[in-house]
Nanobody, 125 residues
């Protein structure tokens, strides 16, 4: 079992940056993949980024590639999503996720059994 708690959401203007953090507790994360999804009002949850905890290899959705960076701090057991050049289209609730499988970095919600409570990110134009 892994418990995930996000922080760092807020209201920013287009072009600004924001950093989201996810604190993980419970099992050791060596065999885990961690990631972020987001859900805008009236839309489905979409994959944003994922990282293999042990190797640090990453994968991004095309819509955020080059603007967002996912990283992890093994000592603090935290996953960070650095979001730069934010656009109004990035407005959503952002969820930290985890799965005990690193062979494939999943991109669908069903592939991640562990979810945080979500944090709101609002980007004004």
């Amino acid at each position: 079992q892994v418990q995930l708690v996000e922080s760092g959401g807020g209201l920013v203007q287009a072009g600004d940056s924001l950093r989201l953090s996810c604190a993980a507790s419970g099992n050791t994360l060596t065999s885990y993949a961690m990631g972020w999804f987001r859900q805008a009002p009236g839309k489905e949850r979409d994959f944003v980024a994922a990282i293999r905890w042990a190797l640090g290899t990453t994968f991004y959705a095309e819509s955020v590639k080059g603007r967002f960076t996912i990283s992890r701090d093994s000592a603090k057991k935290t996953v960070t999503l650095q979001m730069d050049s934010l656009e109004p289209e990035d407005t959503a609730v952002y969820y930290c996720v985890g799965r005990r499988n690193t062979v494939v970095l999943g991109t669908t919600p069903a592939q991640y059994p562990y979810w945080g409570q979500g944090t709101q990110v609002t980007v004004s134009s």
